[in-house]
């Protein structure tokens, strides 16, 4: 097998097919309509082995991996997913490995209602890059930049298990409770990015990121862009059982919400008015969501209390995932 039959055979049809492409995988270059009045948000994202996933992942969980990251970035603008490209760098023909990869791939394309349109496939350590666009109205894109001094904030889902789950895989946190382990590991290996919530939070919300790489890191994002502080109340943080259970103490649960990455929730900032429609919106799509604290007008301060007083941690933890 070639390079031409590989993508034949596994990519040529693995994916949910859309009226708006044209021109799909077997040409140059992909053609596609963006429908009028539409603006197109484009993401990207690479994940690589030993840095975004474990050496023992199956092929299954990377593809997941792969369209969730890329899923909640779109979801995080507001837009609605429509296409993706797959760059992927693989070291050997592992059909076996390559069945797995885009037969989950297929059944994520189906779920999402987008469609495969084009990619690369080159011989390398394995690495797989997803390009995935969407569509959001001009009014209602949604960025990191529009919070205002009295804004709430607000967290999508709970925080941390990915976090957890993580250092259950790499033997740092014990978990004896099968079902606990199995949510906290799966909550690492399959995010489920919160696309409906996006799109419910356009023109509601005044800004709005995905929490990758930490909650402390990515608020500050929004602060540092918005020029606003913001006042989290970690008491309020939304822990779920599994990982309250399973951790030493509050603080250890702090940490993980505060620190670790990969949970892939929304967390955006509404203003008073529209507080109560946002709160409705989202209990009508069943999307879970948690008043954590407030933007205040102390540009780029953040302010940590428990139980009303300051808090800081105990050990000099670094502030979230950083590359370099
Ligand atoms: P070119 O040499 O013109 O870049 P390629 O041989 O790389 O073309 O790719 C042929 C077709 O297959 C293109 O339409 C490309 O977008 C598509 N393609 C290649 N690899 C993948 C992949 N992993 N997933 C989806 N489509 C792919
Ligand atoms: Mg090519």
């Known amino acids: 097998m070639n390079e031409f039959s590989l993508i034949k055979r596994y990519f040529a049809d693995a994916s949910y097919v859309r009226k708006d492409v044209l021109v799909g995988i077997g040409d140059d ?17 690479t994940l690589v082995q030993g840095v ?5 992942s199956t092929p299954q969980d990377i593809a997941h991996k792969a369209i969730a990251v890329n899923m909640s970035d779109l979801a995080a603008m507001g837009a609605e997913p429509s296409w993706i490209s797959l760059s992927m760098s693989v070291p050997e023909l592992d059909e076996e490995w390559l069945q797995g990869f885009s037969e989950k791939l297929k059944q994520l394309t189906e779920y999402y209602s987008i469609q495969l349109i084009g990619g690369d496939t080159v011989k390398g350590p394995l690495s797989i890059t997803i390009t995935a666009q969407g569509f959001v109205p001009e009014q209602s894109i ?5 919070a205002k001094n009295g804004d709430w904030l607000f967290v999508t889902g709970t925080l941390g298990d990915a976090g957890a789950g993580l250092d259950i895989l790499k033997h740092d946190l014990n978990v004896e409770d099968y079902e606990d382990k199995q949510f906290l590991i799966n909550r690492h290996r399959r995010p489920s990015p919160r696309v409906i919530a996006g799109t419910v939070l356009r023109r509601l919300a005044t800004s709005c990121i995905d929490v990758s790489d930490g909650l402390l890191q990515d ?32 603080e250890q649960a702090l940490t993980y919400a505060c620190i670790s990455g990969d949970d892939y929730e929304l967390l955006f900032t509404v203003p008073e008015e529209h507080r109560t429609t946002v709160q409705t919106a989202l209990d009508s799509y069943s999307v879970p969501y948690t008043c954590i604290g407030q ?13 009303e007083e300051p808090f800081e941690f105990k050990e000099p933890y670094a502030k979230g995932y950083q590359h370099f």
Not at 52 to 56: A, E, G
Request: hydrophobic letters at 40%; proline letters at 4%.
């Open 29 to 45: 270059a992909a053609v596609t309509k963006t429908p009028e009045n539409q603006m197109l948000a484009t993401t990207t994202d």
């Open 219 to 250: 608020v500050m994002h929004i602060a540092n862009t918005s020029d606003v502080g913001v006042i989290i109340n970690l008491d309020k943080l939304p822990i779920s059982g599994a990982l309250g259970r399973n951790v030493a103490d509050l």
């Open 52 to 56: 975004h996933f474990l050496p023992n």
């Open 295 to 307: 933007m205040t007008g102390a540009t780029g301060k953040l302010d940590l209390r428990l139980d």
């Open 142 to 146: 949604l960025t990191r930049s529009g």
